[in-house]
């Protein structure tokens, strides 16, 4: 089975930086997903790491460790509208993606 | 619009019931993903399909079923609805796994 671990709520303020852990244990791991999801609305994909290390998209970033169970979304120049749950999921050769629970970052002011 | 349509988009209907969603993929998508999102739960995988045939199975429950058409627009079925089935269900598309998931907007199912 898979394991997918990611903390429950975070806060942060608006123009920081937060960055959102994920770990997980699987089996015919193949890459792993970052999602946003607004409430109520569908999830947008974020990024997909495939090998270590850090891949960079304007302000948000997504590092991967396969040997550690690894990785990490960053947000920089945080905004209100980032407020959102971010959904960790790791894809594996099943040809299917099993979702965490998610991460409810709240943006203050 | 992500390009990927589902409907209805609200649906309620009685415990003992049975409904159908439907899902059109992107232009060109051959993967169809159903999951499905309750209040107190994150996104649960039911079941893939590429280019009409079954890929993966997640933990559907015997009471659902789907299927993948020839002009790759899918179907969910769910019968004998109980109040626990009462939830979001999404449904996704890809070309490819490295180009994400595209989700429709999906559709909320309250049983009463």
């Known amino acids: 089975g898979q394991n997918i671990d990611q903390p429950t709520e975070m806060t942060a303020t608006e123009g920081a930086i937060v960055q959102i852990n994920c770990t997980y244990q699987t089996s015919g791991f193949n890459g792993l997903f970052w999602y946003q999801q607004h409430a109520g609305e569908a999830p947008t994909f974020l990024s997909y790491?495939?090998?270590?290390g850090l891949e960079e998209k304007g302000r948000f970033s997504s590092f991967l460790s396969r040997s550690k169970g690894y990785s990490y979304l960053l947000l920089k120049e945080l905004q209100m509208k980032d407020s959102a749950s971010y959904l960790c999921?790791?894809?594996?050769?099943?040809?299917?993606?099993?979702f965490g629970d998610g991460t409810t970052l709240t943006v203050k002011p | 619009d992500s390009g990927v349509t589902q409907t209805p988009k609200h649906l309620i209907t009685a415990t003992g019931q049975r409904v159908t969603l439907r899902c059109s993929p992107r232009s060109g998508d051959l993967s169809v993903y159903w999951y499905q999102q309750s209040l107190d739960q994150g996104l649960q995988f039911l079941i893939q399909y590429y280019n009409g045939e079954e890929r993966a199975k997640g933990n559907i429950l015997e009471r659902f079923s789907a299927q993948q058409f020839p002009d790759l627009h899918s179907e969910l079925n769910l019968s004998s609805l109980e109040l626990g089935d009462s939830a979001l269900y999404f449904c996704a598309s890809s070309p490819t796994p490295q180009h994400g998931y595209t989700f429709g907007s999906g559709t909320r199912l309250t049983v009463v």
């Open positions: 790491n495939v090998l270590d």
């Open positions: 999921a790791v894809h594996t050769n099943a040809g299917k993606s099993t």
